[in-house]
T-cell receptor, first 112, second 119 residues
Framework: QAVLTQPPSVSGAPGQRVTISCTGS?????????VHWYQQLPGTAPKLLIY???YRPSGVPDRFSGSKSGTSASLAITGLQAEDEAEYYC????????????FGTGTKVTVL | QVHLVQSGAEVKKTGASVKVSCKAS????????IHWVRQAPGQGLEWMGW????????NYAQKFQGRVTMTRDTSINTAYMELTRLTSDDTAMYFC????????????WGQGTLATVSS
């Protein structure tokens, strides 16, 4: 059961900027726990896209960026490309659930 | 190069158990936690728990306590997840993933193992 709330879908034309929000609570994101983002292409395993709120793993284009404030976080994709069409999930840690990891509800990005 | 390679697809009857393996290579197996995450068809990601391959210590999500057991065999760098008393709601893709600490990001994932439960 997802504890972090994301919009079900966002869309944009190639080259545009889109953002995905991830809303949590005082027991997870608001408790100074880091937020991470994953990209999941159809039929594949999730891939780490942003870690510890703002950092990109080696090989991830700088078109992807992350931010965090209070009980929410955001993922931005600038210069949207066709290959960015995928499902995106945020992830954090929740101290209230015996130390559980929690995921967002997922957002489908469509490139028009 | 880091790899997590999981066992193949499973088909089980209601009430049975399933055991999925996750073989690690390309890094020191005992230095990173292994997590298990599942994804029902068309649904989102659900964390099931972690195992510390060094100590064997585990932490399971409340939802799965009493039904899941995570183990490891350090001689072959492999982690296992066994889920018992299966129902159709357990039909899902099961992923293993590694993290540096128990509350950190999952930097590498296995390819997934589809478990189908039917009567």
């Amino acid at each position: 059961q997802a504890v972090l709330t994301q919009p079900p879908s966002v869309s944009g034309a190639p080259g545009q900027r889109v953002t995905i929000s991830c809303t949590g609570s005082s027991s997870n994101i608001g408790a100074a726990n880091d937020v991470h983002w994953y990209q999941q292409l159809p039929g594949t395993a999730p891939k780490l896209l942003i870690y510890r709120n703002t950092y990109r793993p080696s090989g991830v284009p700088d078109r992807f960026s992350g931010s965090k404030s209070g009980t929410s976080a955001s993922l931005a994709i600038t210069g949207l490309q066709a290959e960015d069409e995928a499902e995106y999930y945020c992830h954090s840690y929740d101290r209230s659930l015996s130390g559980s990891h929690v995921f967002g509800t997922g957002t489908k990005v469509t490139v028009l | 190069q880091v790899h997590l390679v999981q066992s193949g697809a499973e088909v089980k009857k209601t009430g049975a158990s399933v055991k999925v393996s996750c073989k690690a290579s390309g890094y020191t197996f005992t230095s990173y936690y292994i997590h298990w995450v599942r994804q029902a068809p068309g649904q989102g990601l659900e964390w099931m728990g972690w195992i510390n391959p060094n100590s064997g210590g585990t932490n399971y999500a409340q939802k799965f306590q009493g039904r899941v057991t995570m183990t490891r065999d350090t001689s072959i760098n492999t982690a296992y997840m066994e889920l018992t008393r299966l129902t159709s709601d357990d039909t899902a893709m099961y992923f293993c993933a590694k993290s540096f600490t128990r509350n950190d990001n999952f930097d590498y994932w296995g390819q997934g193992t589809l478990a189908t439960v039917s009567s």
